[in-house]
C-alpha cells in the first residue's frame, strides 16, 4: 500500500508569489494535517480536515489555507510568500480524528 | 495550552552506551502520548502510542514508557542507525490534534 504521498517534494519561489502543497492520504484515511516544521524545531500545527470539513486551524496568519476533496486528498495554499515561510511542509494522514499520525516525507519550501 | 518539552536537545552516545530521552508534558486529560523518529529531510516515523501511566511499549532497542508528567525513550544497546531526531507529542482529552515537542537529536558513534 502506498503511504502518504507529497508533491511537489522541492520547491523554490520568490518572495510576494503564491505556492500550492498537495497530499494524497493512505487509502482509506479520512483525516489530513499539515504541519510546518523549521530547521532544529518541532512540527508546527496548521490545518486538519476530516471528512473534507476543517476541524482545526492553527496559529499562522490568513494568507495560509488549505482544502480536502471528496477523495480525501488535500491541499496547502499559502499566499504572498515571506521568507520565513521556508520550511519543510509535513502533511500527515489518520483513519478518524482518534488514531494516530502517518507522515508523509514532505514539501521543502525555500524562499528567496 | 497543551506543552511538550523535550530533552536534552541533543544526545552523543558511544555504539553500545544505552541511555534515555525525556519527554516531559503538561496537558488537559491525556488522550496519547507519541513517539516519533525523524530522519534528515524526511517526514516522522512513528513508533509508539502511549495511552495511561504505567503503560510501556517496546520495539527492538527502543522502549517507552509513560507516567502522569513524563515519558521516557530507552535506548537500549544503541548502533548508528539508530541516529535521527527523536519527537514525542501529546493529544488532550480536549482536542484531536497533537502537539509536538522540539525533539531530541540523537547521534551514535560507530
Known amino acids: 500500500d502506498a503511504g502518504v504521498t507529497q508533491s511537489p517534494t522541492h520547491l523554490i519561489k520568490t518572495r510576494g508569489q503564491h505556492v500550492t502543497l498537495r497530499c494524497s492520504p493512505i487509502?482509506?484515511?479520512?483525516?489530513v494535517s499539515w504541519y510546518q516544521q523549521v530547521l532544529g524545531q518541532g512540527p508546527q500545527f496548521i490545518f486538519q480536515?476530516?471528512?473534507?470539513?476543517?476541524?482545526g486551524r492553527g496559529n499562522f496568519p490568513d494568507r495560509f489555507s488549505a482544502r480536502q476533496f471528496p477523495n480525501y486528498s488535500s491541499e496547502l495554499n499559502v499566499n504572498a510568500l515571506l521568507l520565513g515561510d521556508s520550511a519543510l511542509y509535513l502533511c500527515?494522514?489518520?483513519?478518524?480524528?482518534?488514531?494516530?499520525?502517518?507522515f508523509g516525507s514532505g514539501t521543502r519550501l525555500t524562499v528567496v | 495550552e497543551d506543552q511538550v518539552t523535550q530533552s536534552p536537545e541533543a544526545l552523543r552516545l558511544q555504539e553500545g552506551e544505552s541511555s534515555s530521552l525525556n519527554c516531559s508534558y503538561t496537558v488537559s486529560g491525556l488522550r496519547g502520548l507519541f513517539w516519533y523518529r525523524q530522519d534528515p529531510g524526511k517526514g516522522p516515523e512513528f513508533l509508539f502510542t502511549?495511552?495511561?501511566a504505567g503503560e510501556e511499549k517496546e520495539k527492538e532497542r527502543l522502549k517507552a514508557t509513560l507516567t502522569k508528567k513524563e515519558s521516557f525513550l530507552h535506548i537500549t544497546a544503541p548502533k548508528p542507525e539508530d541516529s535521527a531526531t527523536y519527537l514525542c507529542a501529546v493529544r488532550s482529552g480536549g482536542s484531536y490534534i497533537p502537539t509536538f515537542g522540539r525533539g531530541t537529536s540523537l547521534i551514535v558513534h560507530p
Open positions: 480536515y476530516y471528512e473534507k470539513e476543517e476541524r
Open positions: 487509502s482509506g484515511h479520512k483525516s
Open positions: 502511549l495511552y495511561s
Open positions: 500527515a494522514s489518520s483513519l478518524n480524528l482518534d488514531y494516530g499520525y502517518t
